[in-house]
């Protein structure tokens, strides 16, 4: 019994971890709204935080391994040198808690998944949106269209995982949320989260739909004949959608830069690049540290790549790019047969990894730090990921254990 309800905690906080721009904001806002002070909303879920965190201390002793405790360990050490000895030592003083609790603590979490978590993690993703819908239209769209843009991403991770079950399961409340999430990204997001998503659409069906070609067929024609139905109502549709937006009180930056004709554009991108290929000739080998680029732009870097050689220089930077992408590659080519194992890792590929190639900071993303336990799990286990396949109705299973 003590074994159930601390796997149960274990989920509650996993729910936490996959939604915390969602569902962490609403609750926080709904206590805080029933309290009648919105310091108490953050207050308390500190607290129910802490508490699921204890309770689920047995889950976590039962699953990580003496190797997750280290690179944790090493991970926590390393942050606190450099907000001692660091030339932005007051960002990473005034961003301890939300770096050490919201994201460096994700390593332990995503190294406790299991396969069958990701049933868990659907209900999760359809009550984050559930979530988003009920706050916009009762605590004030005005509040949220301020963070709508980086909420987009997470969003990006609820439709896709809910888009995997409508494929394989052809559940019509999964098609619902699944036009909702799409309809909120559209209004709400960014160029890159809507990009990724309508290429997540298109290749989930050749990818998810395995042999039933009548289903891919079909769904295909729906796509062009949607696809075509946009193309010739282009802008009026276009219209009504930032008319409709505008009227929630939000802002699309997609549908503006559709309007203007300029969503493939560079933001200034290329200036920021510029300045941190530049900077980093002074300080070549060594790096700036943790956030260095903070230090030079007074914000990140934009780039993964830059930001980690900006921070550690060219040795050690490149190093560490190289790791990273040898454990995507190991941690991909380890789940190939494996569905529920792949579809984990393109979310949070998707939305903790690939993102950082262009917008935000590894730093303070909780879902980077959730891939690399996610991978650390799949790669020291065997058969913590092959569980029974979850495949289309009418298919094969490929792997039974």
Known sequence: MIRIKSEFAFLLLLSFAW??????????????????????????????????????????????????????????????????????????????????????????????????????????????????????????????????????????????????????????????????GYSLILFMGSRGPFILLNLFLISGIILFSQKNYRNKFIRLVFIFIVSLIIYLLFDQILELSLNLSNDLGLSSRVLEKMTDRTVFQDDGRNDIYESMITALKSRLWTGYGLAGDRYLIDSYSHNIFIELIISFGIIIGPILILILLITIVKSFYKQRLNPKGIILLVLLFSGGFFKLIWSGSYLTEPYFFLMIGLMLNMLKRKRNFQNRILLPTGSKTILNT
């Open 19 to 180: 939604s915390p721009q969602v569902i962490g904001l609403f609750l926080k806002v709904f206590i805080g709204k029933v309290l009648g002070n919105p310091e108490l909303g953050q207050l308390v879920m500190v607290i129910i935080i802490v508490i699921l965190v204890l309770l689920s201390i047995k889950y976590f002793v039962s699953n990580l391994k003496f190797r997750d405790y280290f690179i944790f360990f090493v991970m926590l050490m390393t942050y606190i040198y450099y907000m001692y000895n660091s030339i932005v030592q007051y960002y990473l003083v005034e961003k301890v808690n939300y770096i050490i609790f919201q994201c460096l603590s994700m390593v332990l979490i995503g190294t406790s998944l299991k396969s069958e978590h990701i049933e868990w993690l659907h209900k999760v993703s359809i009550a984050a949106i559930s979530a988003l819908v009920i706050y916009i239209f009762t605590f004030g769209k005005e509040t949220y269209s301020e963070q709508a843009m980086a909420h987009s991403y997470a969003m990006l991770t609820y439709t896709c995982l809910i888009y995997y079950y409508y494929i394989v399961k052809n559940n019509k409340i999964d098609l619902i949320f699944l036009i909702i």
